[in-house]
Structures are given as C-alpha cells and as structure tokens.
C-alpha cells in the first residue's frame, strides 16, 4: 500500500508489512509531527478482513473520509484517514489502468450498482442498466468544493464495466482505489473517489467463481479389519472355541 500526503510536500509512504504504526514519536513506522499526533497515536494492521485500523489509547479522534472513528475501522484503498490536520490518501501500488482484464461473463453483463459509503449521497444504492452518469446532467448530481463540476460515466464497453470521466474538476481529480484515472476498467470491490464522494463497485457476476474440488471418499474400514488382518480375526475365534471346550472338558471329568 502506498500513503500519499495530500496537503504536504511529502514523498509518498511505501508500506510493505503487515502493520503499520503511526505516530509522532521517532519509533514510529511512519512518523508526523507533534502538534499533529499523538506519540502512538494509531495502528493499522491488515488481516482476513482487510486493513483495520484502530486508534491507540489517549489519542485525540481522527477521521476517515470526514467521518469520526473512536476506536477501529476497516478501511480500503481510496479512503482518506485524517489525523490533526494531516491527511492520508491510501493508495494501490498497482495502477488499475494497468491490470489486465477479467473475463467476460458468458452472459455479457451481470447486476452492477455503485454503493455510496461516503459524502452527501452516503447510504444510496445507485443500479447500472446500460448508462450511468454522475454529474450536472446525470441521475446524481455531485457536488464538489469551490463549486467546481466534474462528470463521469459508468457504462458497459466490450464486455468490461468501464469507468470515464467526461468532465474533470481542476482540484479534485477522479480517483481509483486511490490513483487518478481518466478511462478504467472496474473490478468488483473498487473504490471511485471524487473530492468528498466515495462509491463502492457492487458487482458479484464478475467475480471469478470459486473452484469447487470434491474431496475423495474416505476408505471406510469395517470394524474387524480395522481391528486387523481378516486371518487375525478366524485365529481369535478358533482360540476361543477351543478355550471353552477345554474348560466344559475339565468340568465333565471333575463332576
């Protein structure tokens, strides 16, 4: 995952592990200034769910794409983590622009909508038919800072779910998984972001269906075999047989 600053002439971060620790103190994975950190002020592990992050005790609040977070959250790449007056764009190390295709459906299409987890759109489902613009004239207008306009597409091309911006905001470029795009192909899971809006792509019939491997039948023993060969089983029976007659034997002679 790479951090980028938005608002600081700062290299971008490189994270490679699997835990990152942020902070103002020198030990610190990735280190920011006092008077904008805590000296452990957050912790961002990532496990089978994905990166979670979770704020560190007596660290004052920080914010998730504008949104408060007291204790842990689960974050993907586009999202943007501010700390103080700090702030985290999480990024792909990949450029989507750059990933090769998934395969097309055997129908051509499949159930696609844009799940809005952020911004003033924040908990609508907005379905795909053919066509779906965001914009001044499109189905959602977007409102943006300093009253800038942008539009974008999200329509099927060749059997690829294909993102384009047809109109782009000066300051606020359109955003995949954190990396500023013009023309995309979408996967299911991947974030659009523009300024404070921040849309999910819901796409399950493009996912890669899951190999499913039949086990093979266990060998199931019947209990004398499992007890030992089949001729173990004849020699403990005659063994037996012979062992009562001795003794039913012994009794007739005696009495």
């Known amino acids: 995952m790479r951090i980028e600053f938005l608002n600081a002439a700062r ?9 990152l620790s942020i902070g103002s103190a020198p030990d610190n994975d990735l280190v920011l200034a006092a008077d904008q950190a805590a000296a452990r002020h957050l912790r961002i592990q990532q496990d089978r769910r994905g ?12 914010y998730v794409n504008a949104r408060p977070v007291r204790e842990r959250a689960l ?3 586009g999202d943007v983590v501010s700390v103080g007056d700090c702030r985290l ?9 750059l ?24 908990g609508r489902v907005l379905p795909l038919h053919d ?39 000066t300051r606020h470029p359109v955003r995949v998984n954190g990396v500023a795009v013009e023309r995309v192909a979408l996967r299911p899971g991947d974030q659009i972001g523009l300024a404070m809006h921040r849309f999910v792509v819901d796409a399950p019939g493009l996912e890669p269906e899951p190999e499913i491997v039949r086990p093979e039948p266990l060998h199931q023993q019947l209990p004398e075999a499992a007890a030992g060969p089949p001729g173990e089983v004849w020699w403990l029976i005659a063994t037996a047989a012979v062992l009562a007659f001795g003794i039913a034997l012994v009794l007739l002679i005696r009495f």
């Open 11 to 19: 290299e971008d971060f490189l994270w490679e592990q699997a835990q």
């Open 51 to 62: 990166w979670v992050l979770q704020l560190l005790p007596s660290a004052a609040r920080i």
């Open 99 to 122: 990933r090769p295709p998934l395969a097309v459906p055997e129908q051509g299409r499949c159930t696609v909508a844009l799940r809005v987890v952020a911004g003033p759109l924040s």
């Open 89 to 97: 764009l999480l990024r792909d190390d990949q450029d989507p622009a």
């Open 131 to 169: 066509i779906l613009e965001l914009g001044p004239q499109g189905r959602c207008p977007l409102e943006l800072p300093q009253g800038e306009v942008a539009a974008l597409r999200v329509c099927w091309q060749d059997g690829s779910l294909l993102l384009e911006v047809v109109q782009s905001a």
């Open 75 to 77: 974050l993907r790449a």
